[in-house]
């Protein structure tokens, strides 16, 4: 049905242009193409040119309404030579004594709402409404209701079907302070669209101002008609006229090339962005939609990122992401995926935020993916981390309540014992003695195992005095020897020394491993310790889990010879 529609409106555009030269043809003085063929040629190249763009736009999705007022453009501008006397038909001759000016107002029209045709500034609003007004009521209705053609000495002209009562002096005193008016509306449109290029941001400045630029042409040439015209108080077609209507004629095609030069420029960003899908496809990098989008947008400063189920924004990595700018979101079907954060004015365009949104649909949707899983792993990295942390100061409580309370309330009884045996004089009884001795040892036994109970559990020189003291204490009284080549003496979080001191105990606790031989350096902004024994520990599960909850890693690598190498790399504080 719509193809149907534009395929009537073209028929009826070429019909109207062809007939519009035909009457030029039958009475060519009184034409504005003249007697010349070039004339003829110039007035179809214009019209023709604005009922192509107006096809198409209304065609293009967002475009429509800037179509239709391209479409009425064209065909205002044939009707400016309907109100030729030798028409031979009324009705065409009425017609163009009406709207013989049209076309000024509604080439603003489609300048002023560009590129959705919609004008919403209201000063604007107001001009189009005292142009259209200016154009057909006061040079076009008014002078046609009192516009006798008989009595003007018009004898070849068709009857005006539009007269009331002719009068002469009314016509004349219509089209002066309809020229006067004309050039006045006529300027103040030129004003508008000038004021409102300057003051847009400089993404749609850059996409209105050749559309602009032919529009004001345009209208410049009408009022430098309408000023031509002031002396003699209406609009002819004299040498003048006809140079500048030929003028207007260059300026509209000018005003269509801009047009379709923003559709060619939408399409060389979507080319650009359909290259940058195709690249990111063979490997895309986390983050690289982003950092592509910047690069062809040409904006240092764009983010992107993709709202979570919660509420939170991550980036392309899975890290939160804090927006700032001017955010457009990128919407598909009725879901908001992504959010771009941008200078202001970037996508001002709307063609141009669809062309970010459907060529790079793909890409934002893998991203976007991507994203989410990497956020969820980094919530189940942040949950593991508060675990192992949470874990690691319930030992530091228990070692502490062990320190402070069961074993000092052992070191007290052994004190009481010591007290007791002191009182039983020179010549104790040998049974009581035994005893107590007997206790006494059993006491000692007691604290040595809560002490080494309370060091497994959490080791106090851990905390206090830092990785190297902490190890040195572990080789002397592990089971198995423990021989440190290089440790670091500097302090780092309490979260890497205990990954790395766990790591080395774990595997001091078997004895099958054998001695072992520990290094710990710092390389780069990693904590990198390597345990090599004769035998790795069957199950690792507590090292991994603290490396991993760091963002570490951990592998166990088998030497020839049968030496097993246990090497993390642990991420580090500078």
């Known amino acids: ?110 300048m002023l709402g560009y590129p959705g045709g919609r004008v919403r500034a ?92 032919g529009g004001v042409a345009y209208l410049s040439l009408v009022a430098a008609d309408f000023a031509h015209s002031l002396d003699r108080g209406l609009l002819s077609n004299d040498s003048v006229d006809r140079r500048l209507w030929l003028g207007e004629a260059a300026a509209l095609c000018a005003l269509a090339l801009a047009v379709a030069w923003s559709w060619l420029r939408g399409r060389r960003t979507r080319s650009a962005l359909a290259g940058l899908v195709v690249e990111l496809s063979e490997s895309p990098p986390p983050g690289g939609l982003r950092d592509g989008l910047a690069a062809t947008l040409r904006d240092a400063s764009l983010q992107l990122a993709y709202p979570l189920g919660d509420g939170r924004l991550v980036d392309g990595r899975g890290r939160p992401a804090q927006l700032e700018g001017e955010i457009t979101p990128i919407v598909r079907g009725n879901e908001e995926v992504a959010l771009l954060a941008h200078r202001r004015g970037l996508l001002d365009d709307p063609a141009l935020a669809k062309e ?95 002490r080494e109970l309370a060091h497994g559990i959490f080791p106090a020189v851990l905390a206090d005095e830092g990785l190297a003291a902490a190890l040195e204490a572990l080789s002397e009284e592990a089971p198995t020897p423990i021989e440190l080549t290089t440790v670091p003496e500097e302090r780092f979080e309490p979260r890497v020394e205990a990954a790395a001191y766990f790591l080395v105990s774990e595997a001091a606790s078997h004895r099958s491993a054998g001695a072992l031989r520990v290094k710990a350096a710092r390389l780069g902004d990693h904590l990198v310790v390597e345990v090599e024994g004769n035998r790795a520990p069957e199950q690792i599960t507590e090292p991994e889990d603290r490396i991993g909850a760091l963002d570490g890693s951990l592998t166990v690598v088998h030497a020839p010879g049968g030496r097993v190498t246990i090497r993390a790399e642990i991420p580090c504080e500078s």
């Open 122 to 213: 209201w000063p604007s609003r107001l001009g189009l409404a005292v142009g259209y007004a200016g154009a057909v009521l006061l040079l076009g209705l008014l002078p046609a209701l009192v516009f006798d053609p008989a009595a003007e000495g018009c004898t070849e002209c068709p009857p005006n079907l539009l007269l009331v009562n002719g009068d002469h002096g009314a016509y004349e005193g219509f089209n002066r302070v309809g020229v006067h008016a004309g050039l006045a509306w006529v300027l103040l449109l030129i004003l508008l669209a000038v004021g409102g290029l300057v003051r847009s941001t400089p993404a749609r400045r850059r996409l209105a101002a050749p559309v602009v630029v």
């Open 356 to 450: 970010v949104a459907g060529a790079a649909r793909l890409a934002l949707e893998n991203e976007r993916l991507q994203a989410q899983a990497r956020a969820q792993l980094e919530d189940l990295r942040a949950s593991r981390a508060r675990v192992v942390e949470s874990g690691d100061a319930e030992r530091r409580r228990l070692e502490r309540d062990l320190h402070d309370g069961a074993q000092q309330r052992l070191v007290g009884l052994s004190l009481g014992l010591r007290l007791a045996r002191s009182r039983l004089g020179p010549a104790p009884d040998a049974a009581n003695l035994a005893r107590i001795e007997e206790a006494e040892t059993e006491l000692r036994s007691a604290l040595a195992e809560l």
């Open 1 to 110: 049905m719509a193809r149907g529609n534009r395929l009537a409106v073209l028929t009826a555009g070429l019909a109207f242009g062809t007939l519009s030269v035909a009457l030029a043809r039958g009475e060519p003085d009184y034409s504005f193409g003249g007697t010349s063929a070039f004339g003829g040629a110039a007035e179809l190249i214009a019209g023709y040119a604005l009922l192509a763009v107006g096809l198409v736009a209304w065609a293009r999705r967002g475009e429509g309404r800037l179509g239709m007022i391209l479409l009425a453009a064209s065909f205002a501008w044939f009707v400016l030579d309907w109100n030729n006397p030798g028409d031979g038909s009324a009705f065409i001759f009425t017609v163009g004594l009406v709207l013989y000016v049209a076309a000024p107002p509604i080439v603003a029209h489609a």
